[in-house]
């Protein structure tokens, strides 16, 4: 037994494949124009539903009719296993026949996957073993041996929900956490001691802001740092012709603070926590603020910071 096996032993887990899924599997591979894809189908099928059980085990939810593993048509056209996560994305499972040491991953699956999880079959299809995870890929093969465990899938997902989906403020569907700029300052301890005159702030009326332009703010508090006040974190988001989002951010001071202390920073990280953007508070500013523009599903991070002091919100598009 060569060392990648024997890691894989050490953390592969073992789950029987229920007659449900062998009858949903063989009913969708009987769609299929010729055995090689109906075979396709049918493993990618299995491999979805194992995935979906384990996950339902973990307490986590799953829709797999929004999958497209779960479209006549996109299992017709593609090679696709994929399993949706409410809130998270699109996880792909990848079956492999027992003794392989390398798993294909299409082309058509490296993009809009939240991770990739690989899923062993024998040829009985009694049982399957979940052998690990990959949070992305680049290449249309994957080593067994580059998987990481089953614990890592799932801080990896955990890790996920904590994002603030952007996508999903234009459909009107908002974090708890993120509330309306009006509900904020309409209460007392936060209703600013100044007024916003600047073309430059965002307007609190809605009324004058276009239908496409989406805003929710959040307080972040730095605790004594900032003299015992929280400041607001506004975002806004604008649709692009071009796919792109505009996105505009604000930092501002609230109740009886008229100005931001001089020091507090406002940073922009990308998904690999390099610093993309940066303002800095100075003397007398009321508010800082950045603005930029992204790709559909790309994550970033925004950090508000005083001294040693940071809280971080992690954004995807």
């Known amino acids: ?8 032993d050490n953390f592969a887990l073992t789950l029987p494949i229920s007659q449900s899924a062998r009858i949903t599997a063989q009913q969708f591979a009987n769609q299929q124009p010729n055995p090689e894809k109906a075979e396709q189908v049918r493993l990618n099928t299995l491999a979805v539903w194992v995935v979906n059980d384990y996950l339902k085990m973990m307490d986590i939810p799953t829709n797999l009719q929004a999958s497209d593993s ?9 090679n696709v296993a994929d399993l949706e996560i409410p809130s998270v994305g699109r996880l792909e499972c990848r079956p492999v026949h027992l003794h392989q040491q390398i798993c294909s991953i299409p082309p058509e699956t490296w993009e809009e996957r939240v991770g990739y999880l690989v899923v ?3 040829e009985s299809l009694q049982e399957a073993r979940l052998l690990g995870f990959i949070p992305s890929v680049a290449t249309e093969t994957l080593f067994l041996q580059q998987l990481q465990p089953l614990e890592a899938l ?9 994002l603030v989906n952007l996508s999903q403020w234009f459909a009107g569907i908002f974090e708890a956490s993120w509330q309306t ?3 904020l300052w309409n209460l007392p301890e936060l209703r600013p001691a100044y007024a916003f005159r600047s073309t430059e702030t965002l307007e609190l009326n809605s009324l004058n802001q276009p239908e496409s332009i ?12 900032i003299l015992n006040q929280p400041v607001m974190l506004i975002v806004q988001i604008t649709p692009e012709k071009d796919q792109q989002t505009s996105i505009h951010l ?13 020091g507090v920073h406002l940073t922009v990280l990308d998904s690999s926590g390099i610093v993309f953007l940066d303002a800095q508070s100075r003397k007398s500013d009321n508010y800082i603020q950045l603005q930029f523009r992204g790709e559909p599903t790309e994550q970033f991070s925004v950090r ?9 919100e992690h954004f995807r598009i």
Not at 250 to 262: D, K, M, V, W
Request: aromatic share 8%.
């Open 1 to 8: 037994m060569n060392n990648s096996t024997y890691q894989l």
């Open 70 to 78: 779960w479209n006549p048509i996109m299992r017709l056209c593609g």
């Open 120 to 122: 062993q079959f024998d």
């Open 154 to 162: 799932i801080d990896h997902l955990w890790q996920l929900r904590q």
């Open 181 to 183: 700029i009006e509900s």
């Open 214 to 225: 989406t805003k929710r703010a959040k307080l972040i508090d730095l605790g004594i740092q």
């Open 250 to 262: 604000q930092l501002h001071a609230t109740g009886n603070q008229i100005y931001l202390p001089p």
């Open 304 to 312: 508000v910071a005083m001294n040693d002091t940071s809280i971080t």
